[in-house]
DNA sequence: TGGGGACATGACGATATCCACATGTCCTGA
DNA sequence: TCAGGACATGTGGATATCGTCATGTCCCCA
């Protein structure tokens, strides 16, 4: 019969609608470079620490993300794939990001700022 | 200073966002093995006539599909990606679907009865 | 030219998303 | 134990998305 009837998608577009939006994509691309703590992002981003906290767990619910505490903050860091599809798609997307190294470069720069100032 | 501000993710996430869906997402699947009309689609992916439709205007208005009139009926395939990262992104996508036999066969399955048949 | 098939679109109710404000929880250091 | 910093979450209103039904448009053919 019909195969695409048979074609699990729903992972995939489970991923794809958590990319679906400026803001995450741009924490995803911040986190192909390393993993970053709320407060990071937050300042990087130029976000409110209520919405950074939200578009954290939007990505986290679809497992993009995944945290670890860290004494009394929290790193983000991308989350690995079981789905073979979501996998790919977002290898590709890492990839591509991690291109930018003006990227790489921002997220050192966040991370130097982590020790003495911590997140202020 | 922040090297994240200058990246525009905007054409990215507008791809993200009308792949999203389940749907969409599965019209991309077949469309990546061929161009199809909507009648296709629509018995393909068991969809009434109008949600076919509007699935189809979601993905052209974000840039995904392309569509080519002939006579009576009206083909879609996958648009040619003008930015970087969605070429990119797209490509992943469509070597990932790329590979699965069996999508090929559906699609070539659905071209076979256009002639005669029409899409009735 | 009139009818029917293929596709698009207006209207609309149901549901989901987005963001800000306020408050709650947990951890740490004094 | 208390104060404050780092995150998370309840609430609520504005906005967007989803799918269906009905209708409209365009094209082909008898």
């Known amino acids: 019969m019909s195969a695409i009837a048979s074609l699990d998608v729903r992972p995939l577009s489970r991923l794809m609608k958590a990319l679906g939006d400026e803001t995450r994509l741009r924490m995803v691309a911040l986190l192909s470079h390393g993993e970053l703590c709320v407060c990071h992002l937050e300042k990087a981003l130029g976000l409110t620490q209520s919405n950074t906290s939200r578009q954290l767990t939007v990505l986290k619910a679809a497992g993009v993300v995944e945290p670890r505490r860290e004494g009394s903050w929290v790193f983000y860091r991308l989350a690995p794939q ?22 790489r470069r921002d997220v050192e720069r966040l991370l130097r700022a982590k020790g003495p100032a911590s997140c202020k």
Chains 1, 2 share one sequence.
């Open 82 to 103: 079981l789905d073979e599809l979501t996998k790919s798609q977002l290898r590709a997307l890492v990839n591509a990001f991690g291109k930018r190294e003006v990227l």
